[in-house]
């Protein structure tokens, strides 16, 4: 059998592959190099650290800078309330979204063009930040967790990608079926819709999660106390104002080590930034083959 000669590519075709895949590689380093710097500086020591000798390989490596993170009180405190911030608000933000957009989805919803155009005008046009805060301060949440939960538990771009997914991905034969075997419209989605939608629901999961476990500003204005502060905020602390109460700091430490890790505010902060980082690039692996289908889906205009 002759075989089929590889297409050749013209000098256009292959100039212009040389230019994207230069782009690429330059886009590339732009977005990992900061990452690597990042990691290196904090396995580097302070005096390397400060004196700007780390480039891409940590030098004289040290883990001074995570041993200082983990005596540090504050961090512990922030830690614990950033998984009970982005647990609540993921759990309550994913359930208030597919309540609201599988009705949407169901074409015999009365009023449902009203609605449409109602959330639509929501995402487009705010009261913004003053009647914000006037409106959670009315509510009596300020200085409260709920104050970084509920307001923000529902996001209107959400619940248009999650309504079309319902309308492309669920057949109205299947919700014909369910009504002939006398299956009610909320049976229907907790027991059909919601397993149905895995895709989707990991979509919903990883942007709520991302996004309360990175939040800050809503912390900044309605919290007081710091014992109610976020892993985020204590980042904020030290990477913005430099603040760092070493009266936190384990009694463990002798004298001379704590004189030393007052002078060890830069390889503190980037310990805490890879800190931060762990637990969503730990979530992102296990709703990764489920993200790409539920964006691409949930994104098809009805």
């Not at 990452?35 to 650290?49: K, Q, W």
């Not at 006037?134 to 307001?151: F, H, R, T, Y």
Request: hydrophobic share 55%; charged share 10%; proline share 4%.
């Amino acid at each position: 059998m002759k075989q089929i000669s590889a297409i050749r590519e013209s000098k256009q075709d292959r100039i212009f592959l040389f230019c994207v895949y230069a782009g690429l590689s330059l886009v590339l380093v732009m977005v990992l190099y900061p990452l690597i710097y990042i990691v290196s500086s904090s396995f580097s020591s302070a005096a390397a650290v400060q004196s700007g000798k780390v480039w891409l390989w940590p030098v004289d490596p040290t883990l001074d800078g995570y041993i200082g993170v983990f005596k540090y009180n504050a961090v512990w405190t922030g830690f614990a309330n950033s998984i009970f911030y982005t647990v609540g608000g993921t759990v309550l933000s994913v359930a208030l979204t597919i309540m609201m957009a599988y009705p949407l989805s169901r074409k015999e919803m009365a009023g449902r063009k009203i609605w449409i155009w109602a959330i639509l005008f929501a995402m487009l046009f705010n009261g913004g930040l003053i009647p914000f805060y006037l409106v959670v301060k009315d509510l009596g949440m300020l200085d409260s967790p709920l104050a970084l939960i509920v307001p923000t538990a529902l996001n209107v771009f959400s619940i248009i990608i999650a309504k079309t997914f319902f309308q492309t991905s669920l057949p109205n034969e299947i919700y014909e079926a369910a009504q002939l075997d006398g299956c009610g419209d909320f049976k229907f989605m907790i027991s059909i819709a919601i397993p149905l939608s895995r895709p989707i629901l990991a979509v919903l999961v990883l942007w709520a999660a991302v996004g309360q476990w990175n939040s800050y500003f809503n912390a900044l204005i309605f919290l007081n106390s710091q014992s109610l502060y976020p892993l985020q905020l204590v980042l904020r602390q030290i990477l913005v104002e430099n603040k760092i109460d070493y009266s936190g700091m384990s009694a463990t430490l002798d004298a001379q080590k704590l004189a030393l890790m007052q002078n060890m505010e830069t390889l503190l902060k980037y310990s805490l930034i890879v800190i931060t980082t762990i637990p969503i690039l730990v979530i992102y692996p296990f709703v990764q083959k489920h993200f790409v289908k539920g964006v691409m889906i949930g994104s098809v205009k009805e």
